[in-house]
């Protein structure tokens, strides 16, 4: 351990500018040390961790959901998923099955090979990874084994926030704009209002 270990420095986010940022977030000072350390690790500009945050703010509430829900009602998969569930009677043998739909929809795509992939490599982290192609790429970046052995991990601050700064780094550009951050996390532009709304609040936090 060196003195710096020992000294309470943050060097591109404070817990208070988080909680200004997601005010619902539970534990503003470990989500803040851990998107500080990412932050520097992955070496994001300081110029576009307002959008970091808005958009992780978006995706996990505040730092509240950090783990895909897959239990869905039967019209619901049909509506989701219309090629792989077209009618009630398929849709209900996956309906409140969180696992079974997981090796459903997941298996066999991105990157996700051995019988139970799907599931074992759900969306987790505040910008939800999915995939073993993903959780593979992540530790790689890391040279640690630890998002392959242990996929939970990204529940937590430390290994959630690298997650979350990984994708981010490898998928949005220098100083994109909300729509194009947008379209590189979500695939789209869901919920770009609040993802506005919330660029704004983290724009004026850290003018």
Known sequence: MTWLDSVDIYRHLTPDQLARCMPGCPDPEAWARAFDDAIEYHDI?????????A???HESADLTRLEENLSYRAKRLMQVWPSRFPNDRIAGQFAHRPEALANEVYGGRMGNNKDGDGWLFRGRGPIQLTGRYNYQRLADSMNSREPIDHPDILLEPEMGAMAAC???????PVGADIETATRRINGGTHGLADRRRRYAIAQEVFA
């Open 55 to 57: 958009q992780v703010g």
């Open 166 to 172: 990984w994708f981010y780094a490898v998928h949005v």
């Open 45 to 53: 500009r300081q110029g576009d961790i307002p959008m970091l945050l």
